[in-house]
């Protein structure tokens, strides 16, 4: 789909360097940071993409990592 949108003169300098940079074509690069941006404020994708990486990480404790935190806890104002 087509559209046109107006944007700052130096946002679209800055998307032109990187658009060479990349090797991507504007339209690329401008579809790619869209979709990424959508993706970033969809709260359901952001809760699944943290679900994921829960996923992968495990529950595992580290007992270092444990003792550190609750030092830091004890530490921090609330």
Not at 41 to 66: I, Q
Request: charged share 35%; aromatic share 6%.
């Amino acid at each position: 789909m087509k559209t046109a949108v107006s944007i700052p003169e130096d946002v679209f300098e800055r998307a032109e360097q990187l658009a060479r940079r990349t090797k991507k074509s504007r339209s690329r690069l401008y579809s790619d940071a869209l979709r990424e941006y959508v993706a970033g404020h969809t709260p359901d994708e952001v809760t699944e993409a943290l679900n994921r990486v829960c996923a992968e990480v495990g529950d595992s404790k580290d007992a270092f990592v444990s003792s550190a935190a609750r030092l830091v806890l004890e530490r921090s104002e609330w």
